[in-house]
Nanobody, 121 residues
Framework: EVQLVESGGGLVQAGGSLRLSCAAS????????IGWIRQVPGKEREGVAC????????YYPESVKGRFTISRDNAKNTVFLQMNSLKPEDTAVYYC??????????????WGQGTQVTVSS
């Protein structure tokens, strides 16, 4: 069973930066994808970044493009989300999620517990 543990959330002022980490374990395939998804109460979940293990290709929605960067350290089985130029609307619980199926960065089967990110104005 895949296990994901997020860390790095906290309180930051608008315009500041945070770096989230996702420690992953239990993959049975060399081909998988890991993404970051955020949740605000009363709103739909929004995927903010995703990276493929096979070629390192990344994906971002327009809401965070140019501000967020996803990266990986394969030796440590860790994925990072660097968040710059943060805005109050970025406030949410951020979840790390993964999949081993072919629908890369579309659907996820494994989820972490989430880490809170709060951006003050």
């Amino acid at each position: 069973e895949v296990q994901l543990v997020e860390s790095g959330g906290g309180l930051v002022q608008a315009g500041g930066s945070l770096r989230l980490s996702c420690a992953a374990s239990g993959f049975t395939s060399d081909y998988y994808a890991i993404g970051w998804i955020r949740q605000v109460p009363g709103k739909e979940r929004e995927g903010v970044a995703c990276i493929s293990s096979s070629d390192g290709r990344t994906y971002y929605p327009e809401s965070v493009k140019g501000r967020f960067t996803i990266s990986r350290d394969n030796a440590k089985n860790t994925v990072f989300l660097q968040m710059n130029s943060l805005k109050p609307e970025d406030t949410a619980v951020y979840y790390c999620a993964a999949t081993e199926r072919s629908s890369v960065c579309i659907v996820y089967d494994y989820w972490g517990q989430g880490t809170q990110v709060t951006v003050s104005s």
